[in-house]
């Protein structure tokens, strides 16, 4: 019965945050609340990586961590699509790796 409820639990969290704009700091912080509901390690695991990630970088790995579109991101963070792929090409040359690979299985997340 426990892990039903936990299930349930998760699907609500990431619907809500699918709908969710994060415009300001209060947002973010409620934001990242429901996340580590979905994905209670994510966290620890990216301040247990070698890199210094920004707030904006940060962002974008969790946002991927959803498995959203380009444009659903943008859309969520209040900025348009070229933002949040340039932040995707400054990730990717920080961390070393192409277009070809998956950045989350890159950095094991």
Do not use: E, G
């Given at each position: 019965m426990k892990k039903s409820s936990n299930t349930e639990e998760r699907l609500?969290?990431?619907k809500e945050l699918l709908q969710l704009k994060i415009l300001t700091d209060t947002d973010w912080s409620y934001f990242?609340?429901?996340f580590e509901v979905i994905h209670p390690d994510f966290f620890k695991l990216?301040?247990?990586?070698?890199?210094?990630f920004t707030k904006s970088e940060e962002r974008f790995l969790i946002l991927k961590k959803l498995n959203l579109e380009t444009k659903d991101m943008a859309q969520i963070i209040g900025i348009s699509n070229d933002s949040v792929l340039k932040t995707q090409y400054r990730l990717r040359k920080k961390v070393g790796v192409d277009k070809t690979v998956d950045i989350l299985k890159f950095l094991s997340l």
């Open positions: 609500k969290a990431k990242k609340d429901k990216l301040k247990s990586l070698d890199f210094k």
